[in-house]
């Protein structure tokens, strides 16, 4: 039994490597040239920055999760940001404004991120508008109710119970990167261990062959919606905690981000292949290259020149290789 336990095992850590080896060799290629620029090199190779890069990127691959199964279904979840933005000053007004507890609080952030992604399902599953459409409504909505809340302003909370969840440690580990895992690990399982799983990849791939094949596609496209918005709620609330308020502007480009994850994850864009591997090698591309680009101090304009550029070109890549099954 230990013997076929061992060899599952073997088979599924060579399956990684085989299927995420050219972006592995770029996540290993940037760790080596920050490693050794002379501007990054001291503050790079650290055990405090790891953890500062793991704890940036967790709200990013928190989204991610949702936002490959969203583009293997073949669609796009342009709200994500503005749930964020919005779940956390709710959450945060909770306990400044009404005195709730800050588990009560937080419980609303994620509700805030379940009722826009019911309401994205809906909408979708049930109509044939473009998800970018709908999703860019929810992402205007969202994000205007969350300034017309604040007047524009931060809602502070100053307590350390609330600031745990974002910025605290068990062990010494940041609970982000804690809560980042645990559902990573369960977006992993649903995707690759549940008949859910199968029907998603199904649906991206060929959604007239699975409806005949008996596949509720709107049921299938409701589920990952609503699961992205969970996320979404999620993010806020952790995003919330570690700035010690709730922010209308939290979020932003947030949604640009998880996409940039996905992708370089080597998700394909046209739906119906895609691996949450790759989407976590993806975030943790992203989350560097941010973090390198602040230890040379680059111009934040000049950052989102940089990613830009990584978009596009994990974009051609995609498109040159779907080009290339095609033939």
């Given at each position: 039994m230990s013997e076929i336990k061992k060899e599952v095992s073997n088979s599924a850590v060579k399956r990684?490597?085989?299927?995420?080896?050219?972006?592995?060799?770029?996540?290993i290629v940037l760790c080596i040239f920050l490693g050794v620029f002379p501007g990054t090199s001291q503050y790079f190779v650290t055990v405090k920055n790891l953890f500062n890069v793991l704890r940036q990127i967790s709200t990013n691959l928190l989204l991610a999760c949702g936002m490959t199964m969203v583009i293997i279904l073949g669609g796009i979840d342009l709200?994500?940001?503005?749930?964020?933005?919005?779940?956390?000053?709710?959450?945060?007004?909770?306990?400044?404004?009404?005195?709730?507890?800050?588990?009560?609080?937080?419980?609303?952030?994620?509700?805030?991120?379940?009722?826009?992604g019911l309401f994205n399902g809906f909408v979708i599953s049930k109509t044939t508008i473009p998800p970018f459409i709908v999703t860019l409504a929810t992402m205007n909505i969202s994000r205007g109710l969350a300034g017309v809340y604040t007047g524009g302003s931060p809602v502070r909370v100053v307590s350390k119970e609330w600031q745990w969840i974002g910025a605290g440690y068990v062990s010494g580990i940041p609970v982000p990167v804690i809560i980042m895992?645990?559902?990573?690990?369960?977006?992993?399982?649903?995707?690759?261990?549940?008949?859910?799983?199968?029907?998603?990849?199904?649906?991206?791939?060929?959604?007239?062959?699975?409806?005949?094949?008996?596949i509720d596609v709107s049921q299938v496209k409701f589920v990952v919606y609503t699961y992205s918005g969970i996320m979404a709620g999620i993010a806020g609330i952790i995003l919330a905690s570690r700035m010690y308020s709730g922010q209308p502007t939290a979020g932003e480009g947030a949604e640009m981000d998880a996409i940039a994850a996905v992708v370089v994850g080597g998700t394909s864009m046209a739906g119906g292949s895609g691996k949450l591997s790759g989407t976590l090698i993806g975030a943790l591309i992203i989350g560097i290259l941010n973090n390198g680009l602040n230890l040379m101090n680059v111009n934040s304009f000049w950052q989102t020149v940089v990613k830009g550029v990584v978009i596009l070109l994990a974009v051609m890549i995609d498109f040159f290789r779907n080009k290339n099954k095609a033939k």
């Open positions: 990684f490597f085989s299927e995420n080896l050219g972006i592995l060799a770029a996540l709200s994500v940001g503005s749930i964020i933005a919005l779940s956390g000053v709710l959450a945060a007004g909770c306990v400044s404004r009404y005195g709730m507890s800050i588990p009560a609080a937080f419980a609303i952030g994620i509700v805030i991120g379940v009722v826009f895992v645990i559902v990573f690990i369960l977006s992993v399982f649903i995707l690759n261990r549940t008949k859910m799983g199968r029907y998603i990849y199904a649906v991206g791939g060929n959604p007239l062959a699975a409806r005949f094949s008996g």
